[in-house]
């Protein structure tokens, strides 16, 4: 184990701290009622790192294609797209979500037939749905790490003010605009740590640190916003960190899966004891 | 001052929902926009702050700052705001919640979404009075307030003209004329359903 543990540390850390940033940001994303919009974004991003690894194959057909980073700028690319196209047509939708789904079916859809008509890309795509820590070089690793410590500084110096813009869109239903600064830096940074993440961890690994940890918490007795998402973040780095070292020590425990079972366990038992601590008093 | 010409508004790539409305506001006045139900009175306002677009007109806003209520959508928010989390986002103090008179510090800690409307009502007025700016918009304020709330928020109001005198507001409301509660403060009556063309 302590070898391994040598081994895999930046990959350890990356987690964690992707974890916990992925948890913040899932929380404001359903705040802001843009839960559905983001898993539609999310396979959006899927088919854009999907269509950039066959341009990879087609250029560099030697290598590891999927470390290239044209996969990288096609999944941004298209995930933009996919959100401007998604949020243009449920501006003009009384049922957004629909919209949404429809969305999240159609680039499903198109994935599939550029799995079909191009068979080099499947494996890569179907890594891109389960992901596993394990896969990660140490260089992405690193990279990840540091992408993280951006994330986490831009959250901790602006988590008041995004969640003040979430309440105002979702109780004073004040519309969210690419034009307030505010709005416009979550957007961007929220597009790009969801096409990051589903490139190198996974659609399964993303769409579970987001909303997982944020919707157990929701039952919780306790209040205030600044609590929520310490827990949130501090649930989904455990999590994260925690499956990924089960899984190492034993391999039968699949890495991605068990993390998603940890976002739902972890936040309830402590939600459980919470509430037994309280009745007690 | 604000002035207003011949201004068209809307929901976007639909009919205006009043077209041609001019009328203006100077310091010191409040305009009352009264009107039936669906006649736009809360378009008016998010439209003459900029939230929505104009479809046509102009809309001359003088004053330096202004301070927004708008009307509380009595909904559940995913993350659990308690009451002072509201206030605290605007870097408020809880000291001054005593002098506004609507909230006490011990609310601060109640959760929104367990709250009452009247308790939440009075949240966002709290956070609207401890605000600045010289325009004062309000889209029904009395909305969930029992009657002692209610004078207490009509008196906040006509303190604001008094101590400020370069302040002006615009109120939707359904209650009565505000001229009967606003002391020497000259008030104005827009009434939507009879100004501009639908």
Redesign the interface.
Known sequence: MTELLLLYWPTVLAAFFMGATLSVVGAFLVTRQAAVQTIAVSQSAGLGVSIGLLISQVFFSEGHIEHTAIPLICGLLISAVGFALTEWVARHSHSPTVVYLSAFALFWGLSQLLIGFFPVVESHATALYFGDLVTLTKNEAFFFLGFAALISAYLLRLWKGISARAFLSAILEEPLSLGSAMDLSFYVVSLTLVCLSVQLLGLLFTISCLFLPTAVYSFSPRVGVGRHLVRVAISAAAAASLGFLVSLAESRFLTTPLITALMVILPSFHILSERVILRCK | MLLVEGLDYGPP?RPPLRRGLSFSVSPGELLHIVGPNGVGKSFLLSTLLG??SKQAGNIQLGFSRHRYL????N?A??????LG??L???KFSLNGLEGIGLLNSAQA????NKASGGERQRT?LTRFFLQSGDLMVLDEPFNHLDLHSKERVQNLIRETFSERPGSAALLVSHDDDPSKWMGGVKVVTLDLAVEGAR
């Open positions: 790539n939230v929505h708008p009307q509380m959508q909904k928010a995913h993350l659990p705001y308690s989390d509201i605290h986002f605007e800690d109640l959760a929104w966002l």
